[in-house]
């Protein structure tokens, strides 16, 4: 199939760090699958804030890594690299990714794929991997959430924070969340979070504690850190676990130990993108085993906010950065 491919293809790239008017069309060759890789014709990108704070300079791809932003694609399997099962081709995927997404070909770890059922339109896909993996790895098997227990989440409208709504209601959590206005509150309550604060507003520690009847939430996923470290200490039930997935609000906090020694608590976090492919492989088999039949039988969606044609990133870029989106942003690129 390789030698139908074209030789080049439009990326979006850019030359330096800086804002979204940066990111331009760029013509590249096709990159080629080495062994147990797949080339994927992408027909959407997901855009993530992690493509914006690399754009900005301060999120360099991984050593390997192609240097074309986008962490997660859908589209159709085009070329094989050696190892990998016939049976793949032309098949529709969407898949996590290191780099590259924003192109009209992607390479992906074939192992880090799953395929598009039937009722999931490929931008849906391309909405899903980032957010799903993050998700899934830091409340489920990080932060070992499990049923009848209560997720506190911050920025509920972001794409993380609704995947993680979505998810812990599908898995019998207690959701609750913080949002930064009343119209994002609503929006993260038809979502089927139980309780959503606006924290410009309202106390979200005394809200969680009132609404866990004094207890506290037993899991909270936290994208702010800095200043809410200690707050969501505060907002912890014992044997709460507390896990850092960004650090949008501050790089340093400062917390009372005693509280983490007398609550037994558990500070934990991750960062996926750097992780192994072999360690990607076995997360994305759980997703696939755990996940995906609930996206399979329509019962787990992404909540997709807007698409923007792929000339169109600096726009779409422009959009995450002013914050009035809700959900998943995604770029058209077939
Ligand atoms: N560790 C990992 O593996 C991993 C993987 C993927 C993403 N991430 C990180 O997760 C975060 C969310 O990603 P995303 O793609 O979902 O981005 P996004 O849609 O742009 O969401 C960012 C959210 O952060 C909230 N926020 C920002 N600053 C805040 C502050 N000071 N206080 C309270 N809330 C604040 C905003 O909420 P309001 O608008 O309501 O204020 C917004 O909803 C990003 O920082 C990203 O880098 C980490």
New binding site residues.
């Given amino acids: 199939m390789s030698d139908v491919l074209p030789a080049t293809m439009t990326a979006i790239g850019y030359d330096t760090p800086g804002g979204p008017e940066v990111l331009r069309a760029t013509t590249l060759p096709v990159p080629r699958p080495d062994a147990g890789q797949v080339l994927v014709q992408v027909a959407f990108a997901g855009v ?3 493509d914006v ?1 690399q754009r900005q300079g301060f999120y360099p791809p991984p050593p390997g890594a192609s240097p074309v932003p986008g962490l997660e694609i859908a589209g159709t399997i085009a070329a094989l690299g050696e190892g990998v099962g016939p049976e793949l081709l032309g098949q529709e995927v969407c898949a996590l990714v290191t780099g590259g997404g924003y192109a009209e070909f992607c390479l992906a770890d074939a192992r880090h794929c799953l395929p598009v059922p039937e009722g999931l339109t490929l931008a849906e896909a391309a909405a899903l991997p ?2 799903l993996f ?1 998700v899934w790895h830091n409340v489920f098997e990080r932060g070992y959430a499990g049923e009848g227990e209560t997720l506190l989440v ?2 509920g ?5 609704t995947t993680a709504i979505l998810l812990g209601k599908a898995f019998g959590l207690t959701v609750v969340t ?4 009343d119209e ?1 509150c609503a929006a993260a309550r038809d979502l089927g979070a139980d309780l959503a604060i606006n ?1 410009r507003t309202q106390d979200f520690v005394e809200h969680t504690r009132a609404f866990t009847h004094g207890r506290g939430a037993d899991v909270v996923l936290d ?2 850190s800095g200043s809410y470290v200690a707050r969501n200490l505060e907002a912890l039930a014992e044997d709460g676990r507390h896990v850092t ?2 650090v ?2 501050g790089l340093t906090a400062e917390i009372n130990m005693a509280k983490v020694m007398a609550k037994r608590l558990v500070l934990t976090g ?4 750097a992780r192994p492919d072999a360690f990607k492989a076995l997360l994305a088999d759980e997703i696939a085993n755990q996940v995906w039949p609930l996206v399979e039988e329509g019962r787990l969606r992404p909540v997709m906010d807007r698409t923007f044609p792929l000339g169109e990133a600096p726009a779409a870029h422009a959009r ?1 950065e002013a ?1 009035a ?1 809700i959900g998943k942003i995604v770029l058209a690129v077939a």
């Fill in positions: 993530n804030r992690p704070i980032e957010t993050t911050h920025g409208t972001s794409g993380i924070g913080t949002c930064g206005s994002k924290y994208m702010v997935i960004a949008l609000g991750s960062t996926l993108r995450m914050g989106h």
